[in-house]
């Protein structure tokens, strides 16, 4: 599975971005997906995550209400929307599959990762 990253970029505080990640090659093995980020000096952490069988969909207590993650499985892709951007959301934000259940919370869940697409938000 390969997974591709795309619409980072540079906004101001209170702002809004869509990422989107696609996935192509074996697919129908996802069990689900996850957004995770980076800040510098920090370790990489959970933002988000869908399960593809029920839809169910998990946060992070720092973007919960703020930030959702949609999927849609005939084009392999699963967004994340993300509203009221604050200074402290700037990052490195790395979308990432799984192959079977586990704590979708945790980087040693997921299977593959995509590339990472830069988020920066000015205050």
């Known amino acids: 599975v390969q997974l591709q990253a795309s619409g980072g970029g540079l906004v101001q505080a209170g702002g809004s971005l869509r990422l989107s990640c696609v996935a192509s090659g074996r697919t129908f093995s996802t069990y689900g997906m996850g957004w995770f980020r980076q800040a510098p000096g920090k370790e990489r952490e959970f933002v988000a995550a869908?399960?593809?069988?029920?839809?169910?969909?998990y946060y992070a207590d720092s973007v919960k209400g703020r930030f959702t993650i949609s999927g849609d499985n005939a084009k392999n892709t699963v967004y994340l929307q993300m509203n009221s951007l604050k200074p402290e959301d700037t990052a490195v934000y790395y979308c990432?599959?799984?192959?079977?259940?586990?704590?979708?919370?945790?980087?040693?869940?997921?299977?593959?990762w995509g590339q990472g697409t830069l988020v920066t938000v000015s205050s």
């Open positions: 869908l399960r593809w069988s029920s839809g169910i969909t």
């Open positions: 990432a599959a799984r192959a079977r259940a586990g704590v979708v919370s945790t980087t040693t869940s997921y299977d593959y």
